[in-house]
Structure formats: C-alpha cells, structure tokens
C-alpha cells in the first residue's frame, strides 16, 4: 500500500494527544466512567459537634442553644473510602454544588506507607504498617506503572468536574514525577481553556550533595470549571517591600522623570523632598503587591502548633492561599486525598463549609481528632463553627492479588486463607460458612470488599440454624462500629463471634507458614454512677460516667518483626496504645454514634483519662445503652455498648 496525498498515513492524521492503557477499549472506543455503578449509599456512622456535647452532658444546653455561634444547620462531612466511589455517591446531592477542591494525590511510585506513631505517655514511637486496604490500592494505582496511575487520575478528575460549580476551580498538587503528565489529562478533562495558573510551591530543604541540582519545590495545578471563576486578589509583602515601609524609603521616577513613589510621608527626608515642591508625589500601596504564582511558603516548624506528624501533611499557610484566593465565605470546599486534615482544618477557619474523604483509616482518625480540637478552640475563643458527621464507604472494587496470582478466582481466594487459618474447609460449603476449626465455624469474607454489619448478622443467623454456638469472621478490612453489632447479636442468638482480619503475610509469594491471625481489639468499660444534689431542682440526682477496664489492641497494622515484642507490651500496658475514646451515653441501634464526651492523646500532651468527667445525667429513669468507642494509636477503633439503669 503507499501511503501519500491521495492516501495519507493514519499517523499523520493524529493530533496531539496523550495516550495511556485503558484510556480505550478494544474497539477503540474512549472509555467513560460508569458513574451508576460506583454510587453507593453513605452511611453516617458519628455525628461531632463536641461543644454542644458538653453542654448536653453538663445540663447547660438550654444556655448554649442560646448562645451558640454555630455558622448554621450544615454539617461538614468526613468519609472514609475509596474516594471514585465517594465521589460518585456525592453526585445525587452536590453535582453542580462544590466551589473549590485540592488534592493531593500521592505521586511517588516508590513511596513507604510505614510511619512512626506515638504511643503511650512518653516519646516513644512504634511503626504502623499501610492497612491492607491502602496497600492494595496502591498497588492497583501504579500495578501498570504510569498507565493505571493517570486512568486513575482521569476518571476521579471526570467525576470532580461533575461536582464543581461553575464557577468552581481545582487545585492539583503534584511534584516533578507527574506534573506534564497531570497537566495534559486535566487539559483534557477540563480543556485547555480552563488552566488558569501552574503554581510553583517553594521551600527550603537540605539533603545530601548529588550530581543535580536540589529539588525544592512543589507543582500545583489549578484550572477552573468555566469561563467565569471566582479570584480573590491576595497580596503579599516582601521582605523589600516590608524595609521600605518600615524606613519610610522613597523610589525617583515613580511618576515620571520627577515623580516619587512615596512609602512614608512622615521621613525627614521625604517631607523635605516635598517641600520643595519640585516633585509630584505618589503614595505607594502599603497592602503588598500582588500575589505571584512562586510562593515562598516554609515546610512546617518541627514545634509549631499545626504539626501533626503526618507524613504528607502540608503547611496551612498553603491552603490558605488557596481557600481565600479561591472561595468566598461559605463556600463549599474539598479534598478527596485528606491526609491529615489540612484543608478542612483551613476551611472550618475561614468559615467555609467542608467535604474530605480518604481511603485510609489513619487518615481520617487523624482528621477527625483534628477537627475535635479546632471546634474546641473555636468555641472558646467565641469564634463561630460548624458541626460535623462521620460518614462510611470503605469498598475497593479491583484487589490486585486477586487477579494477579488467583485468577480473580475468589473460591480460590478463601481455600488459600483456610490454609493459613489451618481451617478445615467444609465439603459442602454454603455462601456464607466455608469452614470448621475445632468446634467454631469459619466464614471467609470475599477479597473484593469488607465485613458488613448485614453480611455478619446473616452469618449468625445461619450458624444458629445449622446448631452451631461461635463462628470465626475472617476479613480483610471491616465496616467501622462493627463490634456494636456483634455484642447485640451474640445477646440475640447466642452465637459467639470473632471477628479477625487477615494478616497481609498470606499475599506474600512462595510464603508457607501460616502468620498469626489476631482477634480484633477487645475493649471492656463499666458504669460510674455517683449521686448530687440538682442545681435547680435541689433534689438527689444520679450522673453518669464511664471507666476503662480493660483494652487489648489487634496490632493488625504492627510489622511483623515488631509483633512478639509489642505483643507483650500490649498485655502489660494495653492503655498505651489508647489514642482516642469517645462515650454516647444514649446510644441506639441504627442511628449514628454520638460524641457527648471524649479524651485524647495529642502531640504536646501524651496523657489520657480512664474515666470520663461528663457527669451525664439522663432525663427519665430506666434503662439506657451507653457505647465506648476507643481508636487505637494505628487508627483502628472498636466499640461495646454497656447498660446502665437510672433509679
């Protein structure tokens, strides 16, 4: 065939375009994101709105209702899950509604997920393993190197865009690694006309001498949705400029060949000048001049107050650029790659509203502590705040170990997990019990979700039916509150369930020793009932608190060469690895978690209390369920409800 005029070569009919595995289907067709199939219902799991807790556990409520300064009735969300889904189950409620989102996705192939967290009283530090759920992710996010990574970029940009207002933009942080590749599929996403600024972040960083040059610096990416974006103009002073204001300098020919920019008509010397009458003065604009896109902005102080210790925590100094330049107050704002909490931290501030999700338990046990203490400080400070609800979606659809090395066989994927449990797979297995140890039953949870509150409730259900008094739940990763359900079931059928996760170790290839498989943590609290006379009333009152008594983490997360010696270390000081613990002192099944009162270790202070100083009081006698939720210092929680009666 020759190629010509008359017969042009398909080659040189292609524009420019970026091309990665997956952007087509095998008929060359431009795949789309199937927004139906990833919606998914949120389920609200805790509602925060710390100061009017204590005012509820204080009998001040009628007093703080009054006083409040709550911005008002919206309730920021926090969302733990993969974030596609997130984002397409957000569409119902908030397509067209967002006016500013930041990401900051990660964009190290090589990155280690191992951090060093804090435990107990002291400085000391052990490390936290990636969750199963973050690893798997993660290797499905580069398991075909740059090609899945910006598919993955594509189709979460595709569903923000849907989000955003019109008069919305988005900001994309990212580094040297992806930065002309995230820069062409957002040209593509939001077109070429939407770029608006590629900011260049900044910073002072010393590390080992190399043949190259230092990397010191961060790219940001922001376009904007349509043809009309809001800008807010920020200004800064420079350190030139600040010397100049300070020593009242003055600059020749600012407004002509005898014109003077003037900084400070109060200097000697300026007065003098003008005096003389052979100038014509201009005053020069003290507020700064405006903002560049370099911005000079430090990493975060070691001691400063806003360090967290995340690794991948950014300065609020940052966001704050972004959030004023960006939106207006009362804006909606979000982030879909939380980390710690930065952007909502920023938003909350500002007095904007907020959206965040992140797919990793840490990071949003991390956020949520964050945003405790901002509400707390808020209030103090008689500064206004918004409430804020803990929502759950932890699902990841594609599990790369599946379908690399079991053929995405997940029959396959449950005899692999009975060996290691050394589990006795049962010859004729229903859909829900696939296994015998001793004398419990074995349900293995398929690899491609996590452990729900139905799934276990019908498990107990057939374990009753076939006779049985315990079964073992063997999952990778489970539904937050889950142990909740599993103390009212165990009450309702009489069936005992362990719930353990599991361990990673069994993916590891050519492995065949079994890992251990760890229980879930085991938490127990009781009631602390004291008796006081009613400030109001003047008659004897009963209140109301809750006491530790027991805590055994699951050290699910803990590496396993670290395991035997924190082990033992969790069986004589299992408090130590208490980060946070919040009490709903009328707790009831099918609605959310309520915090009317919690404790927590943070940076500057490592200390905890064992007993809660609420001193709830109810207001009619009876029989209420008190719930404990406890995180661990790996971000991992647990609940058990307690009964009280109130003479």
Not at 240 to 261: C, D, P, Q
Not at 452 to 467: F, H, I, M, N
């Amino acid at each position: 065939m020759r190629w010509g005029p008359a017969n042009p070569h398909p080659l040189s009919q292609l524009k420019t375009e970026l091309v990665w595995d997956g952007k087509y289907d095998e008929y060359g067709r431009r795949r789309v994101v199937d927004v139906a199939a990833c919606a998914m219902p949120l389920q609200k799991i805790e509602t925060i709105d710390q100061p009017r807790s204590e005012a509820v556990a204080g009998g001040q409520i009628e007093m703080f209702e009054r006083s409040s300064k709550r911005r008002d009735d919206f309730r920021n969300r926090l969302i733990w899950g993969d974030n596609k889904l997130v984002l397409a189950s957000l569409l119902a409620e908030f397509k067209g509604r967002v006016d500013l989102m930041y990401i900051d996705p990660p964009f190290d192939v090589g990155a280690d997920f191992t951090m060093d967290v804090p435990i107990g009283d002291e400085k000391e530090t052990i490390a936290k393993d990636q969750s199963t759920l973050e690893m798997v992710a993660y290797r499905d996010m580069w398991g075909k190197g740059t090609d899945s990574y910006l598919h993955m970029m594509f189709e979460r940009l595709s569903l923000m865009k849907e989000l955003l207002s019109e008069r919305g933009s988005i900001y994309v942080h990212c580094d040297w690694r992806m930065s002309s590749f995230l820069r062409r599929v957002m040209d593509e996403v939001f077109g070429t006309d939407g770029f608006k600024n590629e900011v260049v972040w900044h910073y002072e960083k010393w590390t080992a001498s190399s043949k190259m040059l230092q990397k010191n610096h961060d790219y940001i990416l922001n376009f904007a949705r349509g043809p009309e974006w809001i800008f807010n103009e920020q200004r800064e002073i420079t350190e030139n400029l600040r010397e100049k204001y300070e020593k009242g300098y003055l600059i020749g020919g600012g407004g002509g060949s005898t014109g003077l920019v003037v900084y400070d008509k109060n200097n000697a010397k300026v007065r003098e000048m003008i005096a003389s009458g052979k100038y014509k003065v201009f005053y020069a604009d003290t507020t700064g001049k405006p903002l560049s896109d370099v911005w000079r902005i430090p990493f975060i102080n070691p001691v400063a107050d806003e360090r967290i210790d995340y690794p991948t925590q950014k300065p609020e100094a940052l966001l704050e650029r972004i959030v004023k330049t960006s939106s207006n107050e009362g804006d909606l704002v979000a982030d879909f790659f939380c980390g710690s909490g930065t952007t909502g931290a920023v938003a909350e501030r500002l007095g904007r509203r907020w959206l965040m999700a992140d797919l990793g338990r840490f990071a949003i046990h991390t956020s949520r502590k964050r945003l405790i203490e901002l509400q707390r400080k808020l209030h103090a400070e008689g500064q206004p705040y918004r409430a804020f609800d803990v929502h759950n979606l932890g699902r990841y659809e594609r599990q790369w170990w599946q379908k690399e090395r079991l053929r995405g066989a997940d029959d396959e994927h449950r005899k692999v997990v009975l060996g290691f449990y050394q589990a006795e797979p049962l010859p004729n297995a229903t859909g829900l019990l696939h296994g015998r140890k001793g004398r419990a039953f074995v349900h293995v949870d398929g690899i491609d979700g996590l452990l729900t509150r139905a799934e276990v409730r019908a498990v107990a259900l057939v374990v009753k039916d076939a006779g049985g008094t315990e079964v073992h739940c063997l999952a990778w990763e489970f539904e937050m509150d889950l142990r909740l359900v599993c103390h009212e079931l165990e009450a309702e059928t009489g069936v005992r369930l362990k719930l353990i996760p599991i361990p990673r170790e069994i993916m590891e290839k050519n492995r065949t020793s079994p890992p251990p498989f760890l229980e879930m943590a085991v938490l127990e609290a009781e009631v602390v009932i004291r008796s006081r006379k009613s400030e109001t009333s003047g008659q004897k009152q009963s209140v109301v608190d809750v006491k530790l008594t027991n805590f055994m983490p699951s050290l699910a997360e803990v590496p396993s060469k670290e395991l035997e010696a924190l082990k033992e270390r969790a069986v004589k000081s299992g408090f130590d690895f208490i980060d946070f613990w919040a009490v709903d002192f009328d707790w009831h099944e099918h609605k959310p978690f309520v915090h009317h009162w919690q404790d927590y270790r943070t940076r500057k202070d490592r200390s905890l209390k064992t007993v809660s100083d609420a001193a709830h009081t109810y207001d009619k006698p009876g029989k209420h369920t008190i719930c404990v939720k406890v995180v661990d210092v790996f971000g991992c929680d647990t609940s058990i409800t307690v009964p009280v009666a109130i003479p």
